[in-house]
């Protein structure tokens, strides 16, 4: 909470049990989630408290394959994401070899990137045990 008052922004009840909620998942969550989950916080105090959080770098953005937008803790350093599809489960991936790939769009178009994003849908080892489709 403390980068929060930091940037301005009020240390309120509701705002501080949003922020534990977030803090609480492992794994991707939706805001829909957070707000089912804290009963004090309205639909607005959720959905912008997790686009402070976003903003802050706190948590990442991970866009689904049906284009709804999923969460995760952000953790430090350049990593993209590898998703469940059937669990939710969220794996930060390092060192996937996609600066190669950057430098030469830059390469080929005489552009700059700015920024990218990848996500990789899976079904992780514990559902695939289970036998989910």
Not at 106 to 115: A, D, P, R, W
């Amino acid at each position: 909470m403390g980068r929060l008052e930091e940037r301005g922004y009020r240390n309120t009840g509701p705002r501080r049990a949003v922020v534990a909620a977030v803090l609480r998942h492992d794994d991707g969550f939706s805001a829909e989630d957070i707000h089912h989950e804290v009963a004090v916080a309205g639909r607005a105090t959720v959905y912008r408290t997790v686009r402070l959080l976003l903003d802050m770098g706190i948590i990442c953005k991970l866009a689904l394959l049906d284009g709804k937008p999923l969460y995760s803790l952000s953790h430090a350093g350049h990593h993209h994401h590898a998703v469940c599809l059937k669990c939710g489960a969220v794996t930060d991936v390092y060192n996937c070899g996609v600066d190669s790939l950057l430098d030469n769009v830059q390469l080929v178009t005489g552009s700059k990137v700015l920024g990218h994003r990848l996500e990789v849908f899976i079904l992780c080892p514990d559902c695939a045990a289970t036998g989910a489709p």
